[in-house]
């Protein structure tokens, strides 16, 4: 079984510092991949961030990337430049390595920037 | 459009009604998911389908609970007798085949029953 920990339910950010958002998992698949959503007032789930669990780097995107640490089962979003549009709920998610990758979720961590 | 899309957006339903929730998958999206997400939670996976054969409804809480792809396109996931309990917003994702491949979500269908 798989299960991740979101262990922040809400945190503050001033405008244009970096955030941390914390993500734990557990597995006992040797391949798997990890995710991260952002999820605004709107409802929508919005893909953020891809790490593959054999990557060697940690994932880059624009202004997010994932602080990977495996033998920690750590998968921590880092935001950088913190806009008052980041403020949501921010879900890290898991799935299994083979094809049919249903996903299991944290319980998510509510940003809130402030101007 | 270009992403996933969800009918009705909202449904609002009396207890003991039938309810049909559909889901429009990214054109080329060979996987399907329904997932539930009560209030303040994070997603639970309900269902999977690669092309139009379920392969894995574990996450289905009841019998009441169905869900079919009978094309390999579109989507319904049907409450049967709904129950309180059921009011959540229901999403759905698709992706390609890929292992690994991001799953991308509609705008859900927020469910409440009275």
């Known amino acids: 079984a798989q299960k991740i920990t979101q262990t922040q339910p809400g945190m503050f950010v001033q405008e244009k510092e970096a955030v941390t958002l914390d993500c734990t998992y557990d597995t006992s698949d040797p391949s798997y991949g990890l995710f991260w959503y952002k999820q605004p007032s709107s409802g929508e789930m919005i893909f953020l961030i891809y790490q593959g669990s054999y990557d060697q780097q940690n994932a880059t995107e624009g202004r997010y990337s994932l602080n990977f640490q495996k033998a920690r089962k750590s998968a921590n979003l880092v935001i950088s430049a913190s806009q008052l549009g980041d403020s949501a709920m921010y879900f890290c998610a898991m799935g299994p390595g083979n094809a049919g990758n249903m996903l299991t979720f944290g319980g998510g961590t509510r940003l809130m920037v402030k101007p | 459009g270009a992403g996933v899309s969800q009918s009705p957006r909202y449904k609002v339903a009396k207890r003991g009604q039938d309810v049909a929730l559909r889901c429009d998958p990214i054109?080329?999206?060979?996987?399907l998911f329904w997932y539930q997400q009560a209030l303040g939670q994070g997603p639970e996976f309900l269902t999977y389908f690669q092309n139009e054969a379920q392969l894995d409804k574990s996450g289905l809480p009841s019998d009441r609970f169905f869900a079919e792809r009978p094309e390999g396109s579109v989507s319904t996931l049907k409450i049967q007798r709904t129950q309180q309990e059921d009011s959540a917003v229901y999403l759905c994702a698709s992706s390609l085949r890929t292992a690994n491949q991001p799953q991308h979500f509609g705008d859900g269908t927020r469910l409440s029953i009275l």
């Open positions: 054109s080329g999206h060979v996987s």
